[in-house]
């Protein structure tokens, strides 16, 4: 086990390597004992593996070592996921830094390091980790240049690709954080269908409809045609404008390939909502 934190102005790593199975108390009291009572991790999958694992084994040990401190989690992964949507394919840790321009070389691939440990437990050769621990400090100074760059798109809005901005407004509007939302949308050169779809959401949340309406125009979606039906129904009080819009929502989710029972679902209820709709347009 191992971290890096900033003392002093420098980065510090610190890597916790365990001599045999047997000394893993001894492993749980140095370690907790120097992250200290309050945590704040910052990881890659670490809210999914590295903690629950930690988790995990403290269960066999927690008699003789300190509690479990409290901690704050920022997984680095679930951020790459939520801001680099539609420009990666793969959000492994190693595509994350050729974006940021980190290149590793003679790099021992994660997936041996449980090989390498057993083969040190029965040689007791320290350079057979060797490999094992400089990847380990790469990962912490990828963690923190990833970091930086992440929170440098956030914060820097202009100097964001499109795409980027985009996605932290999407992001920023699913937290409820809704004026830092607009804003990234606003600054996007060009938004995807979902993009426009999503700023149309927003803006109709806060009851700014004309803005609204030429999002979900721009969308081009059945989503986008089914909230403008409902803007024409219920607040412009246009039933025949209500109607067309969920005619073309219709025509729209014809191509769109769903599952068959929410495609069922969906056509069922714009149809009852098109019959409500002639109705009152008869009235």
Same mark, same amino acid.
């Given at each position: 086990?191992?971290f890096?934190?900033?003392?002093?102005?420098?980065?510090?790593?610190?890597?916790?390597?365990?001599?045999?199975?047997?000394?893993?108390?001894?492993l749980?009291?140095? &370690?907790?004992?120097?992250?200290?009572?309050?945590?704040? &991790?910052?990881?890659y999958?670490?809210?999914?593996?590295?903690?629950?694992?930690?988790?995990?084994?403290h269960?066999?040990v927690?008699?003789?070592?300190?509690?479990?401190?409290?901690?704050?989690?920022?997984?680095?992964?679930?951020?790459?996921?939520r801001?680099?949507?539609?420009?990666?394919?793969?959000?492994?840790?190693?595509?994350?830094e050729?974006?940021?321009?980190?290149?590793?070389?003679?790099?021992?691939?994660?997936?041996l390091?449980?090989?390498?440990?057993?083969? !040190?437990?029965?040689?007791?050769?320290?350079?057979?980790?060797?490999?094992?621990?400089?990847?380990?400090?790469?990962d912490?100074?990828?963690?923190?240049?990833? !970091?930086?760059?992440?929170?440098?798109?956030?914060t820097?809005r202009?100097?964001?690709?499109?795409?980027?901005?985009?996605n932290?407004?999407?992001?920023?509007?699913?937290?409820?954080?809704?004026?830092?939302?607009?804003?990234h949308?606003?600054?996007?050169?060009?938004?995807?269908?979902e993009?426009?779809?999503?700023?149309?959401?927003?803006? %109709?949340?806060?009851?700014?409809?004309e803005?609204?309406?030429?999002? &979900?125009?721009?969308?081009?979606t059945?989503?986008? &045609?089914?909230?403008?039906? %409902?803007?024409?129904?219920?607040?412009?009080?246009?039933?025949s404008?209500?109607?067309?819009y969920?005619?073309r929502?219709?025509?729209?989710?014809?191509?769109?390939?769903l599952?068959?029972?929410r495609?069922e679902?969906?056509?069922?209820?714009?149809?009852h909502?098109?019959?409500?709709?002639?109705?009152?347009?008869?009235?």
């Amino acid at each position: 086990m191992g971290f890096a934190r900033f003392e002093k102005g420098q980065l510090l790593m610190r890597q916790y390597f365990l001599p045999h199975p047997h000394y893993e108390a001894a492993l749980y009291h140095h &370690f907790l004992h120097d992250i200290g009572e309050d945590v704040r &991790f910052i990881t890659y999958n670490g809210k999914s593996f590295d903690w629950p694992q930690i988790k995990t084994r403290h269960v066999f040990v927690r008699e003789r070592v300190p509690r479990l401190p409290k901690v704050g989690h920022l997984d680095l992964l679930h951020v790459c996921r939520r801001m680099f949507k539609g420009l990666y394919d793969s959000f492994r840790l190693t595509a994350m830094e050729e974006r940021i321009g980190f290149e590793r070389t003679d790099d021992l691939p994660g997936f041996l390091a449980p090989m390498h440990y057993f083969q !040190y437990v029965e040689h007791q050769n320290p350079a057979i980790m060797e490999g094992v621990l400089e990847h380990h400090l790469h990962d912490c100074l990828t963690l923190v240049s990833l !970091y930086d760059e992440c929170n440098r798109l956030v914060t820097h809005r202009q100097e964001a690709p499109s795409r980027v901005r985009e996605n932290i407004g999407i992001w920023l509007a699913d937290l409820g954080i809704h004026e830092q939302s607009a804003e990234h949308f606003g600054q996007a050169d060009e938004l995807t269908a979902e993009g426009w779809l999503r700023q149309g959401r927003l803006y %109709k949340k806060l009851q700014q409809h004309e803005k609204a309406n030429t999002c &979900f125009e721009k969308s081009d979606t059945y989503e986008g &045609f089914i909230e403008l039906a %409902k803007w024409a129904e219920h607040i412009a009080k246009q039933p025949s404008v209500a109607y067309d819009y969920t005619e073309r929502a219709k025509r729209l989710l014809e191509n769109r390939q769903l599952l068959a029972s929410r495609r069922e679902r969906l056509f069922a209820e714009l149809n009852h909502r098109s019959l409500r709709l002639q109705r009152k347009c008869r009235e």
